[in-house]
């Protein structure tokens, strides 16, 4: 059953920054570019709780979740949303941008990340990195 | 579990139960008028029919999301199960936006509240179709009142929150909002007025100034829907003042309007609208794929003739619109 | 206080040099070639508006004070580190707090997990910072403690450190950051409402009028409002702007303007643009210069002086080829001097993606040991002043900066204070950083602005560095730490000091030091504190504006 769109549906991606860290100027960033990339940014920003971007997906029926990372906290917190999403039994990529290290690039992936961006990424490789994350977990089923 | 390759109905069942990822994917459905959405009507139909729908509307900066969020904040602490729809503007270039009005309503509004953003432009059908489809789910999965917030600048968004039972419009001092008002047909649409900010300067006079075009329209003889004069209250969303009165303002409007018959009637033009709405997106789909020369024979000679200048516009409408019995 | 005529000024300038001491170096160049101190005319340095600097021999008579940025870990950790910077010879001591302190929550908070002890020292209650300053005679140094939302909490733990060590608290020289207005519009280190955080920093402007003449309540900051995405005229009016409100709220609290204006200091990003920063380095002294003299009032020149701290610019530093981010420091920090700055941190290279290793921080204090002592140009004051490009970008500086105030005491009906309010309130601080910054990311992505190593001459770049890691322990022992204090202390007396601290705050006109350093003693906890003043403030949310 395809529906009536001929193109793929517009992806809904929820940004949020968990925990305390308080830079915001690469997610206010990324926010543009998926809008100028046609997509809709539901935007909680900072301080999110998990509890909040469950809510967020659940609710939005949003795509994919985001998550800008500055403060080495992402091998802590991002797993974690990674679970809660799963517990709720949500199934949307997540995927992780800012600052981490080469080395914790593989560690990270499998804890259940669905990419990682770092921050010299350009616009076109995000936008296109959260369109494949998303066909990934499109395409796994005939139904949108 | 997952609710991919679920029916509908099974998918609308889950959100009868409460199941808030449920209602969400059926809100999707709807937004992009997929196959299931026809569905997903006829289900909500037989339910809906309950709730208090309440639009509010206000220019960028009127502080209308904090006053929403403060209204909601009201409806959870009076033990209601709100739901909140917030449509902002699509980039008119990309089609994107961005959708930031949830969070500012999350913190203060109660766990069962149920809040979705959409955007202008984020689905097929158009925003006026979406809608009501929305709303009749919400209001079908038992959530009452139902808050759609707008941005008061596309003519569109205006006539959205003009279709609610009870609408609201946000003025604030210093954006000469007497004047946003007059134009864009808020002043005929709306059932109450709000001034936020009520502790800068200018409030007073923005307040006088409605005060004053209510009683020139009065006396020119222009309807107001109900024949109600609307209310004006003053607001300071940030510290929630003005709130309860507000909502009180609402709660009489909507027994006003029950009792003289006005709510029925609002509801019969809601629906006979959208009837109305979706009949002529039918219809413009049909004209541009005959234009396109995808439906019909010999409009392509038409067109060329135009284009020729060997036969006016207004000769070829003629001409096609004879033809539309045959789209 | 009328110009007095181009060859009395001279003359004043000469008297106050030759009444200088100046350092015992010889002004010359590496040539040996005898310069002078100050080449070109008026406005002289040390004369108003100070556009050319404070001092009349400006670096002649002392060079800048190198403050290396320092925290992470433990306070035992830090107070190592402490030690050795001041062996290497940095001589003044900045301190950085991790993320839950910076936040005003504990250790064992729920979202403290994985931060501790990551991005600065963890300080939970007094006996972390009695930790932190082991064995260092605080009336020996120059403490710089970079936190904004529990200033007052930190400040109160210093204070009861010098107690404790026989240092009397008007002995203490140093500056808390207490920036509160640029979290809201930058950084997001908030914890209350604007309105009840500037009651907290009024508070601390008054205590320290009267008990702590070496110490500076506000370092009003730039700093992060670049680092946020601003370009060099938004930092610049954003951090005056925002230096004039606190001026105006405490004058509006009783205080005399010449009684803590000259206690005030600022804090500025040095970036790229070389001219640039100069000339808004120049221009922020003239501004303020004339601001507190015919708007505000001041008599004493001295609040009238423009006194600031500059750090290079954190968001210029690149993870790729990180090396070479040591050129970029070097210019940066050159900028810095020949603005004129009172003092100085440099970057370290490898801190684009994690704090700086022990080698990078050597590193990044050399560098501007190289500025100060290789390059000449503290020889002359102000060597750049008088020049057609710099004297036009200072002008410039300054007339971008007067449009932005315009439009501040615009909304704030003709007050900065509170036009800072209602641009905090509809978005407009935020919404213009974030246009700048957006701007610039996309000319960096379509390649119309060049940043070596990213987006042209990327070739080099080896892949691998050798980060900084903060282990586990790090958070098992602060944890552990802190369970023994809240063992060990008098719960009572924590107890009956909080609920003291909620009454005083309900008061506006009550000062909540005393009790603040009070209740540090009582060994209540910085996370205890804030919840206490969370009940009686509100905590601050902040709205989406994109």
Known sequence: ?144 | MSLRGLPPADIFDKALGGERRALGRLITFVERDAAEAETVAELAHERAGNAHVIGITGAPGSGKSTLTGQLVKLLGEAGKRAAVLAVDPSSPLTGGAILGDRVRMEDVASPDTFIRSMATRGHQGGLSLAVPGVVRLLDATGYDPIVIETVGVGQVEVDIAGTADTTVVVATPGMGDSVQANKAGLLELADLFVVNKADRPGAKDVRRDLDLMLDLSHVSGQDQRTGMRPEIIMTTALSGEGAPEMWDAIERHRTAITANGQLEARRVNRDIDEVRNRLMADLESRVDLMLAGQSLAGVAEVLDAVAARSLSPTAAATQLAARIKDL | MSDPAPDQARAAWQEAYDATKLRDVPFETMSGVPVEPLYGDGPYPGQYPYTRGLHAAGYRSRLWTMRMFAGFGTAEDTNARFKELLRAGGGGLSTAFDMPTLMGRDSDHDWALGEVGHCGVAVDTLADMEDLFADIDLSSVSTSMTINGPAAMIMAMYIAVGEKTGVERSQLAGTIQNDILKEYQAQKEYIFPPRPSMRIVTDMMKFTSTEMPKWHPISISGYHIREAGSNAAQELAFTLANGFAYVEAAVAAGLDIDDFAPRLSFFFNSHSDFFEEIGKFRAARRIWARWMKERYGAKDPRSMMMKFHTQTAGVSLTAQQAEINIGRVAIQALAGALGGTQSLHTDAYDEAMALPTEDAARIALRTQQIVAHETGVTNVVDPLGGAPFVEWMTDEMERRAEDIFAHLLDIGNDSILEGAYAGIDDGYFVGEIADAAYRFEREVNEGKRIIVGVNEFTEGDSGERNLLRIGAEVEEYQLKRLNDVKQRRDSDAVTRVLTQLKTEAVDPEINLMPTMIEAVKTFATEGEIVASLEEVFGTYVEKVFL
């Not at chain 1, 909040?52 to 609710?59: D, K, P, S």
Request: charged share 20%; aromatic share 2%; proline share 5%.
């Open chain 1, 1 to 144: 059953m395809s529906d009536a769109s001929t193109s793929d549906p517009q992806i809904r991606v929820v940004l949020a920054k968990l925990g305390f860290d308080g830079h915001d100027r690469g997610i206010k960033i990324v926010a543009r570019i998926l809008r100028d990339a046609g997509m809709e940014v539901i935007f909680l920003g900072l301080r999110q709780s998990y509890k909040n971007v469950v809510n967020a997906v659940e609710q939005e029926d949003a795509d994919a979740v985001g998550l800008s990372m500055h403060n080495a906290s992402h091998m802590t917190l991002a797993p974690k949303m990674v679970d809660a999403l799963a517990e709720a039994g949500l199934e949307v990529p997540v995927i992780v941008g800012g600052i981490v290290p080469d080395e914790d690039i593989d560690p990270l992936m499998k804890t259940g990340v669905a990419a990682i961006l770092g921050p010299g990424a350009s616009a076109e490789e995000v936008a296109q990195t959260v369109r494949d994350a998303v066909a990934v977990v499109r395409g796994s089923s005939p139904q949108a």
